[in-house]
C-alpha cells in the first residue's frame, strides 16, 4: 500500500448532482471545528466525490486531514481497518457487509453511487455462448467474495442453475481477464476497467450487471473504534459534506477533478470519462429519503432501501453458496450518524 496526503495541494444523473448548489457551506466567518485526521484507504477508479474534494481543497475548507493510503483489492483494505492503519476504507458494500461476518468491525456510512452499469459477463472471443445457460459444463471466473461472485449467484438463481453446473475458476480481475483474452476459461465477471479492456480485444459482453439486477453500491465504510468518538462522527460528516460539494463543482467544471484523478490513479481521461459517465452516482443527501433505493435512513427496515438490498442481494445469496457460515447485523452495519451530521441541521 502506499500513502498520499492531499491536504495542501441517474436515483441521479449528473443532472441532480447539478442540485447539489443548494447545499449548506460553512461560511469563513465561523469557528473551524478542531482539526481531525482520517486515514482513508482508497482504490485507483474515478471516483468524482473524492477527487472533486480534493481538486477544490474542500477537505481543507473543512479543516480536515485526509490521508489517502493506496489499496488494489478489498482483503488487504479489510487487514488495514481491523489493524487499525486505516480509519477508513472504500469499497463495495456488499463485499464489507460479508467481512462483518468475520469479525470485521466496521459500519458502513455512505455510498457513492451504483457501478453495476459499467459491470458485467463477458465472452471469450470468438465464443457462441450468448445466454448464461449456455454456460452449463464451462469454465467461468470471477474474483471469489467480490460483487462479481455475487452476480454469478444471482444469474444462476435467475437461469434456475446449481452452482456446480458451471465449473467456476476464481481469479483475481487481471488474472481473470489474461484467462479470458487466452481462452483458458469460457466468460467472466468484471468491472471497468476490465470489461472495456476484455471488449477492447474481441471479448463480448452478454450480461450488464444493472440489467441483471445485481447492484453493486459503492461507498465507504468507517472502522467501529474511530466511531466511537463522537468528534469523529461529525468529522466524517464533514468529509461528506466537503464530497457533496465536490460533486457540485464537478457537475459545473469536470477539469480539476479529471486532473486529480489522472494524477492519483494513473486513469487517462478517455477511461476515467467513459467510467464515471457509466456510474449513477447518487445525490448524497438523497441517502436520508427513505424513497431511496439505497437509503441508509432506516437500517432497521429490511423492506426498503441499503437493508433490504443487504439482506435480499447479499446476506442470502452468501448464506446458500456459503461464501459466508452466518448471518451479519444489516442494522448495526448501516451507520447514518455522519449523514446526519453532514446534513441535518
Do not use: C
Request: no cysteine.
Amino acid at each position: 500500500m502506499s500513502s498520499f496526503n492531499i491536504t495542501r495541494r441517474k436515483v441521479t444523473s449528473f443532472a441532480a448532482v447539478a442540485a447539489l448548489g443548494s447545499l449548506p457551506w460553512p461560511a469563513t466567518s465561523q469557528s473551524k471545528p478542531d482539526r481531525l485526521t482520517i486515514r482513508y484507504g482508497y482504490l485507483p477508479v474515478p471516483t468524482v466525490p473524492l477527487y472533486a474534494a480534493i481538486a477544490h481543497d474542500l477537505f481543507e475548507k473543512e479543516n480536515l486531514d485526509v490521508q489517502l493510503v493506496k489499496f488494489t483489492s478489498g482483503p488487504a483494505t479489510f487487514q488495514a481497518m481491523q489493524a487499525g492503519s486505516v480509519d477508513a476504507g472504500q469499497g463495495g458494500i456488499g463485499t464489507y457487509f460479508m467481512g462483518t461476518t468475520r469479525g470485521l468491525e466496521i459500519r458502513w456510512v455512505y455510498t457513492y453511487g451504483d457501478y453495476s452499469p459499467i459491470e458485467g459477463l463477458v465472452v471469450k472471443k470468438g465464443s457462441a455462448v450468448r445466454d448464461f445457460k449456455d454456460l452449463k459444463g464451462k469454465k467461468v471466473t470471477y474474483a471469489s467474495g467480490s460483487s462479481q461472485h455475487l452476480a454469478h449467484l444471482i444469474a444462476l438463481r435467475k437461469a434456475g442453475m446449481n452452482i456446480s453446473d458451471v465449473d467456476a475458476v476464481p481469479l483475481a480481475p487481471p488474472q481473470g481477464l489474461a484467462a479470458v483474452l487466452n481462452g483458458d476459461v469460457e466468460a467472466g465477471w468484471f468491472w471497468d476497467p476490465f470489461v472495456s479492456q476484455a471488449i477492447d480485444k474481441g471479448a463480448t459482453r452478454i450480461i450488464n450487471n444493472k440489467e441483471l439486477g445485481a447492484l453493486d453500491p459503492f461507498g465507504f465504510a468507517v472502522t467501529t473504534k474511530f466511531l466511537s468518538d463522537p468528534k469523529n462522527v461529525a468529522g466524517i460528516g464533514r468529509m461528506i459534506r466537503a464530497m457533496a460539494e465536490g460533486q457540485r463543482r464537478f457537475a459545473a467544471d469536470p477539469g480539476p477533478t479529471m486532473e486529480k484523478i489522472r494524477t492519483i490513479t494513473g486513469i487517462d481521461d478517455k477511461l476515467a470519462q467513459q467510467i464515471i459517465k457509466g456510474v449513477e452516482w447518487y445525490e448524497p443527501q438523497a441517502q436520508l429519503d427513505v424513497r431511496h433505493p439505497l437509503s441508509l435512513a432506516e437500517p432497521n427496515n429490511f423492506g426498503r432501501g441499503a437493508s433490504q438490498y443487504l439482506k435480499d442481494r447479499v446476506e442470502d445469496p452468501a448464506i446458500l453458496a456459503q461464501l459466508i457460515t452466518k448471518r451479519g447485523d444489516i442494522a448495526a452495519f448501516i451507520d447514518n450518524r455522519p449523514l446526519n451530521a453532514a446534513f441535518v441541521r
